[in-house]
């Protein structure tokens, strides 16, 4: 069964610094997801990106964060600056078309921020 | 914005029992609703879901209704074992270029055997 691949699956991150999530998408799904869950939270939802461009944003999507499709196969999630509230587990997901078919999420990256 | 509320938060019951979660949504314009398993440091993993051009789907032991006048759908699961013991979440999207999906809450189910 086709799987979205996360890298690393764990990130240790001092404050301040940035950091970079990678996520390969199952290969021919057209709209791609991030998500993170706070431990014991809720799965809630960053961005969305279809198109070669972001779709549907958050609240918690501000600034600090970026997504990018560099080169066709990977899709990336970039925070500039990273607080502790932003430690989390962060998931890709990507989906073939919409109306949620073939909707599926990668493994997680667990982002610490110390 | 759309918002998911999700019930109960926790639910404990004997194996070989039902589970019944309710949740149920704020904007009339979501029509679709998967349902997703998650254990321990795990992703969410899709275990059913329902287009808004159906009230019932049934897959084994596992149901979910939607009623779209009340804005609620369940998940039922029948005959419960051990192994359904997760925290299991219910999500709301809207057909539209952001796909987005807006969780609940999420219902820890603890199956004893």
């Known amino acids: 069964e086709p799987e979205v691949t996360q890298t690393p699956s764990h990130q240790v991150t001092q404050m301040g610094q940035e950091v970079i999530l990678r996520c390969v998408p199952i290969?021919?799904?057209?709209?791609f997801y991030w998500y993170r869950q706070i431990l014991g939270q809720k799965v809630e939802f960053l961005v969305s990106f279809y198109n070669n461009e972001i779709s549907e944003k958050s609240e918690i999507f501000d600034d600090q964060f970026s997504v990018e499709r560099p080169d066709g196969s990977n899709f990336t999630l970039k925070i500039r600056s990273t607080k502790l509230e932003d430690s989390a587990m962060y998931f890709c997901a990507s989906s073939e078309r919409a109306w949620g078919y073939g909707y599926t999420f990668g493994s997680g990256t667990r982002l610490t921020v110390v | 914005g759309e918002n998911v509320e999700q019930h109960p938060s926790t639910l404990s019951v004997q194996e070989g029992d039902s589970a019944v979660i309710k949740c149920t949504y704020s904007?009339?314009?979501?029509?679709?609703f998967p349902w997703y398993k998650q254990e321990l440091g795990k992703r969410p993993q899709l275990i059913i879901d329902?287009?808004?051009?159906?009230g019932e789907k049934k897959d084994q032991r596992i149901a979910v209704t939607l009623n779209k006048t009340a804005k609620h759908f369940s998940l039922h699961i029948t005959e419960t074992q051990p192994e359904d013991s997760a925290v299991y979440f219910c999500a709301a999207s809207i057909d539209n270029a952001g796909n987005m999906l807006t969780f609940g809450g999420g219902t820890r189910l603890m199956v004893k055997p």
């Open positions: 329902i287009r808004s051009n159906v």
């Open positions: 904007d009339s314009a979501s029509n679709y």
């Open positions: 290969s021919n799904h057209l709209y």
